[in-house]
Every structure is written in C-alpha cells, then in structure tokens.
C-alpha cells in the first residue's frame, strides 16, 4: 500500500521534510559560524579527532611556528611535543590519558609542554571540551602560552619570598583596613600570630599614647590616596610599648579608588636610645666644658698664690735657726701647701684628660731620665738628711712608647704621695721591662 503526505493548506503546520531542511540550514550556519570564530580566535584552537588534530586556526600555527595549518592536520598532539614532559611521563600516553579525562568528565584542563618548529620547547595551558561538529562528538581544544604568567607568578614568589625574609615589620590590609597579610618580622617584633590578625584591624597595636587627632589625619592622609610617614608608639602582645617608625601607601584600582594600604614598620627602640644617649653625651660634654672654666678659674686663683705662700715658706725654713721653736710649724704648712698644690694639679689633669682634649705626644720615651727628671722635681721637697730618694731603671737603656710629659707626671704624682707618707727612710723609683701574651711592657713602681 503507498503512503501519500499531503499538506493541507488549513494547517499551519509545515510539512516534515521542511522542517527538516529547516534544521539542517540552521544547523550548517551554527557550524559556520562556530568555524568563523575558531579562525578569528586570537587564542590558538585546534579540533582534536579520534586522538589527532582535523583542524587547527591561524593562531595555532603561528603559536607554533609551521607555515600552515596542514602541517597540523591528522598529527597526534605528542607529535606536536617534546617526547617526554616535565613530570618525566611520555607524552603519547599522557596525551591519551587526557583525552579520555576530557570525554569521561565532560571539561579537561591541564599544563602541556608543546615544542615548535624550530625544537623551542614552550609551556600552555591546555583546555579540551567535548562538542559535537557535523554530527561526530570531538574535542575543542584551546591553548593558552603561560610562560608570561608563569614568569609573573615567579617574580610575584620572588617579592613575597623578599617580604617574608625582610627585617621590616609588612602589613597589608584592604580598603577598609582588614588585615590580610603580615610578615614573620611582623610576627617576631609584637608576639602576635598571622592567624591572631588576619581578618582584623591593627587596632590591637594602639598604646593609647596619641590622641584621635592623630590618626584621624593619618586616615585623611592615606584615604585620599596620599602616602604617610611618621612615629608612633604601639603595644605588644604582652602589653610592652614601644617606639615603631611606619610608612603606609595606599594601592589604587583601575579606578583610582585606594584597593589596599601596604604599611612598612620597623622598630626603632635601638634608635630611640641612641638618640637620648646622643642627647645625655651632649649635655656631659656640656657640663664638662662648664667644669674646665671653674677648674681653670680655681688653676689660676689658687696656684698662684699657692706658689707664693710656698716660696714665702721655704725661705723661712732656709732661715729657721734664727727662730728654731717656728720649723715645725713651717715643715707643716709647706706638707699642706704641697698637698693642696698637688689635688689643683690632679684636678686640672683628670679634667683635661675626660673632656677629651688631652693631645698626646707619641715618641720613644727613655725611662731613666723621665723618672730621673721626676725625681729632681721632688727631692727638693724632701729633707736629705732623713729621707734619701733612689732611681733604678733596668735596663738602663729602656724606651718606651709613649708621652714624655704623660711618662714624668704619673712618676711625680707617684713620687708625691710617697713622699707624703715617709718621714724618714728611703723613697725609691723601680722600672723595668716585661713580657705578657706576647706584647711588651714597662712597670714603673715607688
């Protein structure tokens, strides 16, 4: 029996063959359409059939670098490879395994190691999705060359890697000053945790020693885009102060609006007593200045008399068998004279040389005669008929490195507090050389 369609004009209904020529059409123009933006993709696309490439776009082929694109038609991708991957897998069976992902999980992406023309080797991200083009189910594969960002990821862990070793205390927040990151120099400096901040303002840092005033022109300053700088005292963990010098630059969008603040700290309590023991040498030096302007006034309103009262005295003891009962009397206020004159001297000396304007005379001293000199300068201070006064130098020869003036000063003063002490007897200057962990020495006694 012989069918007949017919169509009845009644009906709105199209009849099936033009439905069907209907779908085909729009069918061929999806495909066509599909095809044109393949070939116009600046990101390079190839279609991948039964394990090999059926078409491929301009930008594929440049990516590569063969002239045209049939150099890349009915080629498996490990063709299009170097033999092995950087995971050490071969690339044919890894090419496989990940075309079979693809198909069984609907979507697939993963970084393949593709080599052009020339044997250059070239990292991409490889994206393949199931289609289905002229009625086959195929693989859309789309490559994207990644060495720019992994080159930009690489100096991104550079940075962070530096941030991370730096000695300065780094903390970024966002916009609204949430903390979303903090250095281990951070962590080291205030006791507290990366995950004990995260997600909340430094306000756990505030010392209470600055008034609203003070960071109200802060947050003015970095809310309108500008950077600040400045000190500021801010509390630890354990709720010690101390003194912290910061630096915060706001990060700007696209659209000029502050995204983030990048805040640089570093602790400055190490500076801060630098600075008061600056402050505390200057006001010594101050002081010891105003002291060398008495000391030089009473130098010169005591030793002048001093002398003359000394002079006075020792020609009365020349002359003391005219009034023999006044001697002792005399002995004694010349022994207070000479006392007196040698605290000024000491006086006048330990100045010089702590104000730090003491100026050295370095030269070969020889020891005999700085302390023969010495000992000239005392012995008339002393009566010959009860005491007698000895040098000895061993060898006689020695030298020493040294100030003269320095060398003949200490043996005095030495010599004067023998003096002092001995009524009768015998005062005697010993010197001579050692050897000490290998230095040389010279040891002056009385």
């Known amino acids: ?55 491929g776009n301009d930008a594929a082929v440049r990516m590569l670098g063969y002239p045209s694109r049939l150099d890349l038609l009915s080629r498996h991708p490990s063709e299009l490879s170097p033999p092995v991957q950087p995971d050490g897998r071969g690339s044919r069976d890894k090419a496989n395994e990940m075309i079979r992902i693809a198909i069984e999980r609907g979507c697939h992406r993963f970084e393949w190691m593709h080599r052009r023309a020339d044997g250059q080797d070239f990292l991409v991200e490889v994206s393949l999705t199931p289609i ?125 609006r502050v995204a983030q603040f990048v805040a640089i700290k570093r602790d400055i309590t190490v500076k801060k007593e630098h600075e008061a023991l600056a402050i505390e040498r200057e006001q010594l030096k101050k002081a010891v200045a105003a002291m060398e302007q008495v000391l030089a006034v009473v130098g010169h309103e005591l030793r002048t008399p001093l002398a003359a009262v000394r002079a006075l005295v020792e020609l009365l003891l020349m002359n003391q068998d005219a009034m023999p009962a006044q001697g002792p009397f005399l002995t004694s206020i010349r022994d207070e004279i000479l006392r007196m004159s040698d605290v000024v001297n000491n006086l006048l000396e330990a100045a010089r040389v702590n104000s730090g304007h003491a100026h050295w005379n370095w030269s070969a001293v020889r020891v005999r005669e700085a302390c023969r000199e010495a000992a000239a300068s005392i012995r008339a201070l002393l009566d010959p008929a009860r005491v007698s006064l000895n040098v000895c130098v061993d060898p006689e020869s020695l030298e020493m490195n040294g100030d003269a003036d320095a060398v003949r000063r200490l043996v005095v003063n030495l010599l004067s507090n023998a003096a002092k002490h001995t009524q009768a007897g015998s005062i005697s200057v010993h010197a001579r050389e050692l050897e000490q962990d290998g230095s040389r020495w010279v040891r002056i006694e009385v």
């Open 1 to 55: 029996m012989k069918t007949v369609l017919e169509h009845n004009e009644a009906d709105p209904t199209p009849p099936l063959d033009s439905m069907a020529a209907g779908s085909r059409r729009s069918l061929i123009e999806a495909e066509q359409r599909y095809m044109d933006i393949l070939h116009r993709s600046e990101d390079a696309i190839l279609l991948i059939d039964d394990n090999s490439f059926i078409e």
């Open 132 to 256: 289905v083009h002229n009625g086959r189910r195929i693989l859309h594969c789309v490559w994207r060359d990644i060495a720019e960002r992994n080159r930009a990821l690489e100096q991104l862990r550079s940075r962070l890697a530096a941030i991370d070793a730096a000695v300065d205390m780094v903390v970024i927040t966002d916009g609204m000053g949430v903390i979303t990151y903090v250095n281990p120099a951070f962590t080291k400096a205030t006791g507290y945790t990366a995950e004990e901040v995260l997600g909340s303002t430094p306000r756990a840092l505030k010392s209470g020693q600055h008034d609203p005033e003070f960071y109200e022109s802060m947050w003015r300053t970095i809310l309108s885009g500008q950077v600040w700088h400045g000190e500021l005292v801010n509390r630890r963990k354990d709720g010690t102060l101390y003194p912290e010098e910061m630096t915060i630059t706001p990060i700007l969008d696209g659209g000029g």
